[in-house]
């Protein structure tokens, strides 16, 4: 006959016991936003499971403490165990799901509308590698509830977007060389149009998002460091970081707002960009600046000889691939001087070509 033993509840206090409990169960459901398995499921029942877990949470007392404790403890505490192989911690349980408890509506109303919360507000709470990539900026948004497992930043889309009009132009070019011979004059001339006004468009689009990202990534670089540092700085670096500008001053062109902001974010002297009369600015911001302001007079310049613009598909391709070229050279560099310690930021691959490339292509659905 098996003998049942009432556990002594003497020293328990039960107020104590269930906040505890109430802020471990409010854990799991701060994690829960970022857990992408979560929201693929019936949401109803998830919230169901959840409610009746606080119900039992708030009943917990002496008399009932044998039978119900387990009820409430060994799934949570199974929970919060596999947890740790997909969120790690980086403070005390009780402390995340109370910090989440007392926050809980700051977190609602930023990701009602767009699901998804700025990367400031969890860095702190959870080592994030095992669901988001290295190098994230403190502005960037995470996403939560239907969104969770994605990430979203201003120049990881531009770049997404500029290795993808150099995948497509590549992948046009290959079927540009592949034009059946088995069809009527006619219509292979109106394909061989159609694709070389392509090719060419899509390099002259790739050119433009590579240098709008570069001025994306120096403006996300210079508005991290103001949130990190927002106490320490003067108002004119403020404004050279926000606006891109100095007080009362027109706004700085690229290549200078790149010398000013690394100006203000190097620590080391010997990192930062020196430009003026005596010193030109370094290499590979020669190239790239220097690439940029023939191609943007050749484009939006008329004058009586435009030669220029009258390229092959080939050479606007081979255009738009040596400026991504030098767009990586020129963001690498940039990540090097902010961050000399850190490795290349993984959300955007790294800053590698190949890999940026190769991202492009998985973007493009095309049966050649």
Known sequence: MKILIKMSTNNIDFDVLKTKLKNRLTYILFVDLFNPTIHEGKLDIYIDNMKVTLELIDSLCDENYDRVYPVINIPMETQIKEYQTFCLPKKPIEEIGQFYFDNEEIFQKEGKFRAAIEYKNIKNLFDTKNFLPLGLPDHALIGIKDNAGAFFIEESFVLDDAFYFLAFAEKLIDYYEK??????????????????????????????????????????????????????????????????????????????????????????????????????????????????????????????????????????????????????????????????????????????????????????DLDL
Request: net charge positive; aromatic share 12%.
């Open 179 to 364: 034009i059946p011979e088995k069809i009527s004059e006619e219509k292979k001339k109106s394909i061989t149009r159609n694709l070389r006004s392509s090719i060419c468009c899509n390099s002259r689009s790739a050119i433009q998002f590579f240098n709008n990202f570069i001025e994306c990534f120096v403006n996300s670089i210079g508005f991290d460091y103001y949130s990190n540092n927002e106490n320490s700085l003067s108002n004119e670096q403020k404004s050279i970081l926000l606006k891109g500008k100095k007080p009362r001053k027109k706004y700085l062109r690229l290549k200078r707002k790149i010398v000013e902001i690394l100006d203000i974010i190097c620590i080391d002297d010997s990192l930062k960009l020196v430009w003026n009369k005596n010193n030109p600015i370094d290499e590979p911001y020669i190239s790239f600046f220097e690439f940029m302001r023939q191609l943007r007079n050749l484009l939006v310049h008329p004058g009586p000889i435009r030669v220029g613009m009258f390229r092959s598909p080939a050479e606007w391709y081979q255009e738009s691939y040596e400026c991504g070229k030098i767009c990586m050279e020129v963001s690498q560099d940039l990540w090097k001087r902010c961050y000399p310690d850190r490795e290349f930021p993984e959300y955007l691959e790294f800053l590698d070509f190949d890999k940026n490339l190769t991202k492009g292509y998985k973007r493009i």
